[in-house]
């Protein structure tokens, strides 16, 4: 029984990650993608075909022949979306650079600190997490607008004579996703740094090399795996991103997660928006491989 019970322990240890992606992901992908190929009705939900048992299965199959390309045509077709598309990525991509030339500081910081002020400043680090973040977006209306704190203080201390516009615009906008991402760029950054070896760097020092060059040839490499692990952290969900732009840029901010939003709710295009939404899980899944390729890659040289 000893034998049997742990073999069926270890096939449970496999079994339940997949069980729950296909319950989770999965599945909801399919659905998302079913819709996609379906055309916009005046009903309840609103397209069809809607599957029924009671169809039966001729039913059910003479329905999925209805199923078309159409809506992915329209979206190829509409340069709004690919505007869309290409501006979240452009915006995710700046964003990133700048969470990470932010963090990267603060990781190394942190991982030189004693070993026993570490825990305060990783707990410092993930503080925000403990107030909600629409409330934490939306203290930063009232840092940003015309009439608001950052712009008092700058006119208090003489530096402006009339107020900055930043609320409203793509600068708005990469604050709010810079300030509400930093903490998933600095974890896996300072859990590299913690981790290495700070002999390596003093090997390199004795044989001449000065601090600047044995960074970029010694700690910068090592703490690649927490670069890339923070830059997807980072990429991946501001490519999405709907409150932040929403809140915090104009009219003119162009994003798919507000595009999205607005077939879902304003137009009431059920299948366009899954489209849009599948697209873009097709987009995100892209840098997915070529992480986990190069982790990959990583683990053969390092074998």
């Known amino acids: ?109 942190m991982a030189q600190a004693p070993r026993t002020i570490r825990p305060t400043l990783l707990m410092l680090v993930i503080l925000p997490f403990w107030t909600s973040f629409l409330i934490r977006v939306y203290a930063w209306i009232a840092i940003l607008k015309p009439e608001g704190l950052l712009n008092q203080l700058l006119q208090s201390l003489h530096l402006i004579d009339s107020p900055l516009i930043i609320l409203n615009t793509n600068v708005a906008v990469y604050i709010g996703i810079v300030y509400s991402y930093l903490p998933f760029m600095v974890l896996p950054l300072y859990s590299s740094l913690e981790k290495m070896d700070g002999t390596l760097i003093e090997a390199a020092q004795d044989l001449g090399c000065p ?13 690649l795996p927490g670069v890339v692990a923070g830059c997807m952290l980072v990429f991946i969900p501001a490519v999405g991103e709907f409150v932040i732009p929403d809140l915090l840029g104009g009219s003119q901010t162009l994003m798919i997660g507000k595009t999205l939003w607005n077939e879902f709710n304003a137009n009431r295009d059920w299948p366009v928006s899954s489209a849009v939404a599948t697209i873009l899980l097709l987009i995100l899944v892209i840098p997915i491989v070529f992480f986990q390729n190069a982790q990959a890659k990583a683990d053969e040289q390092g074998k």
């Open 1 to 109: 029984m000893g034998k049997l019970g742990s073999a069926v322990y270890s096939r449970l240890v496999i079994i339940v990650p997949y069980v729950w992606l296909l319950l989770f992901f999965l599945a909801p992908f399919f659905i998302v993608f079913r819709i996609s190929l379906s055309t916009t009705a005046i009903a309840m939900p609103p397209y069809e075909p809607v599957f029924a048992l009671s169809d039966g299965w001729a039913g059910i199959w003479e329905k999925i022949g209805t199923f078309s390309f159409d809506n992915y045509s329209y979206l190829i077709d509409d340069p709004l979306y690919f505007n869309a598309y290409l501006s979240s990525v452009i915006i995710a991509g700046v964003s990133t650079f700048l969470t990470l030339l932010i963090a990267y500081p603060i990781a190394y910081g």
């Open 211 to 223: 601090p600047i060059t044995a960074f970029w040839r010694v700690t910068f490499p090592l703490s």
